[in-house]
Each structure stands twice: as structure tokens, then as C-alpha cells.
């Protein structure tokens, strides 16, 4: 069991999702109740798309460990994509307690956008630039960032941080700050970098 989660969880670093599964449903299938093998099963899930199955593992990983923390973490972030964002900070404040917890960052980047999810703009930047500070160049939260400097009206820094997000999501190939970019400058009166930017997406 233990081989083919560490097979499955390689696989979903280098982004074989597909092999991912077929090595984390066998280590499953040998050793059913490990809370590791049900969290990565959790993440591959998620990264097709399967949230309800997703959301199931990572319940189902924190029965068997009620401190997990990557888990909870995991399951918070199911809640914000599936519009739960009052549960997800609910549950993500537990771990954001966790001083064990060895990626405070994703936590941090989980509550700011559940609390933009929330309209809880000036909660969602301080835990957005926090998590920033711990580790800079993540996409989706450079994104959330920038949004939530635009719907703040603080335009030139909203600007220039989704201009670091486009960067930063380059090589996912993830267009939204391209979007959001072109509604600063637009909003700033600044036309022809609103025009660029549309055109660039």
C-alpha cells in the first residue's frame, strides 16, 4: 500500500492525474482506513474536477486522524470551490491554529479567499498577504490578491499585483489575471493598457 502511494503521489506532482489514481485506488484498496492514502485520493479527485468525491476522502481521511491538517485544509478548499465559504473558514480556522502544520501558507491562502468568497474584503487581503509573504509566487493566490485590492478600489496596487499573478500563472496557462489586470487599467482610465491586456487574453 505504502508503494503505491508513494508511485500515486509522484505521479500527482508531475501532474499524471490519471496514473495518480490507478496507484492511489490500489494502495487504497490494500490499506483502506490510512488517512494519508484517503487525503492524496482526495487531492486526485480533486484535480480532475470529481469535488464530491474529493470531499468524501478528505472527510473520510479526518475520521481516521481528526488532526490532519493537510486534510482539512483540502476539504476547506472543496468548500470555497462549492460555495460553502462560511464552513470552509469554520474548519480552515482550526488549522490556521496548527502550529505543526508545515504549509501555514496554503491555509492563510484558503481563508482569504473564502473571505472574498464572503464580500470579507479587508479579513481576505491580510490573510492573502500573509500567505504571500510565506511564499510569493503562487498563482492563485497572487490572483485572489489582486481581485481583492480591485474590489477594495485600491487600483494601482491591484494593478500591479495582477500583473505579478500573470506572471506567476504563466506556466499553468491560468488567463483570470490577464482579466482582472485589464479591469484595473480600465478602471484607472488607463485605456491602452486595459486595450493590451484584453487582447493579450
Known amino acids: 500500500a505504502g508503494l503505491h502511494m508513494q508511485i ?7 501532474g499524471l ?3 495518480a489514481l490507478i496507484e492511489l485506488l490500489k494502495a ?10 484517503l487525503n492524496n485520493l482526495g487531492l486526485a479527485y480533486y484535480v480532475r474536477g ?3 468525491m474529493a470531499e468524501e476522502k478528505f472527510r473520510a481521511a479526518i475520521r481516521e486522524l481528526p488532526n490532519f491538517s493537510d486534510a482539512k485544509n483540502n476539504l476547506g478548499r472543496v468548500f470555497i470551490d462549492t460555495q460553502r465559504a462560511r464552513e470552509a473558514v469554520r474548519l480552515l480556522s482550526e488549522v490556521e491554529g496548527d502550529l505543526t502544520y508545515e504549509a501555514p501558507e496554503k491555509t492563510l491562502s484558503n481563508l482569504g479567499m ?6 470579507q474584503y479587508q479579513k481576505a487581503e491580510e490573510h492573502l498577504a500573509r500567505s504571500l509573504e510565506l511564499r510569493r509566487d503562487n498563482c492563485a493566490t497572487a490572483n485572489y490578491y489582486g481581485r481583492t485590492l480591485l474590489e477594495m478600489k485600491r487600483l494601482e496596487q491591484s494593478a500591479t499585483a495582477l ?10 496557462k491560468f488567463e483570470e489575471p490577464i482579466y482582472f489586470s485589464a479591469m484595473s487599467y480600465f478602471s484607472l482610465g488607463e485605456r491602452e493598457k486595459s486595450r493590451a491586456r484584453l487582447q493579450e487574453l
Open 17 to 19: 492525474y490519471p496514473q
Open 50 to 52: 470529481k469535488t464530491k
Open 163 to 172: 500583473d505579478q499573478a500573470i506572471e506567476f500563472c504563466r506556466n499553468s
Open 28 to 37: 487504497e484498496h490494500l490499506d483502506p482506513k490510512n488517512p494519508l492514502i
Open 114 to 119: 473564502a473571505y472574498f468568497e464572503m464580500g
Open 8 to 14: 500515486g503521489t509522484g505521479y500527482l506532482t508531475k
